[in-house]
């Protein structure tokens, strides 16, 4: 029988699943981190799949491409990895007193740094090793890819922001069910919705934009490694806003919080 957590619990689960990570070997987390890089490339080479070609109806391709990329968190979630953009959850722990600041930084870099690798290796994978990239499909990643780089500074920080305010809210939504079908359900629709609305979200950049470049791009003058290393470390910054701070912190300060102490 499932089991659904409320608002209040999940809070509170939230900071015991940053103690958690926090305390986790650094060793495993990284490995953690690298297959959660991987799930996302091959989401997000589904999704490129999917943008393929031409939908007659408006805005379907977007959320059929939302749709299959759902499947990275899924996998991250259900099997078990470490993602980068999920773990901006600690904030809560870390506001709570069970982590210290620093631990929680140090989680950040290891995992940023392992969600980096399992995304490049991916990336090589698909695009060199399987050759599946071709035509219409290298077509849809290079104009993809093309087109974060050519995004505004302070746009792309912005969009990083709407990314992870939907991928934790996600997480914690999976978090309030018992089952695997209930943690499927609840991941599927904030995903889906940050893709189709165009959001950045950085560690599936990781692979979009290095998967493109490694076609050798033609073409695409705003598709370079400069743009796309910006590309990454900016919606990364708008990713810790949109998670620590947006889910994270609002969500500790109203449940887990202890009230203050009544003047008389």
């Known amino acids: 029988m499932a089991v659904f957590s409320d608002s209040s619990q999940i809070a509170f689960n939230m900071v015991e699943m940053g103690i958690k990570k926090a305390a986790r070997p650094a060793g495993r987390e990284f490995l953690l981190a690298i297959l959660a890089g991987v799930y996302i490339g091959l989401a997000a080479h589904f999704s490129t799949l999917a943008a393929a070609g031409e939908v007659p109806w408006l805005g379907l391709k977007k959320i059929i491409q939302g749709l299959v990329f759902s499947l990275g968190l899924i996998l991250v979630v259900i099997p078990g990895a470490e993602l980068f953009t999920g773990n901006c959850l600690l904030s809560a722990a870390v506001l709570e007193k069970k982590v210290r600041p620093a631990a929680m930084v140090k989680n950040w870099l290891l995992v940023w740094t392992g969600n980096f690798a399992g995304a490049l290796f991916m990336a090589v994978f ?32 912005i969009r990083g922001i709407g990314a992870n305010w939907l991928v934790c809210l996600g997480v914690l939504m999976a978090m309030a069910s018992g089952d695997a079908a209930g943690k499927i359900l609840g991941m599927i629709f904030p995903v889906t919705a940050f893709v189709a609305m165009g959001f950045e979200h950085g560690i599936a950049n990781m692979y979009f934009i290095p998967a493109a470049l490694l076609l ?22 708008g990713n810790i806003v949109g998670g620590a701070f947006f889910v994270g912190a609002l969500y500790w300060f109203i449940y887990v919080r202890p009230p203050k102490a009544s003047k008389k």
């Not at 033609?218 to 590309?231: H, M, V």
């Open 126 to 157: 698909i695009v060199l090793g399987t050759g599946l990239v071709r035509g219409i499909f290298a077509e849809a990643a290079l104009e993809i890819a093309a087109a974060k780089c050519a995004l505004p500074g302070w746009t792309i920080f």
């Open 216 to 237: 050798n791009p033609q073409g695409y003058p705003a598709l370079n490694w400069i743009n796309g290393i910006k590309n990454i470390i900016i919606a990364t910054g």
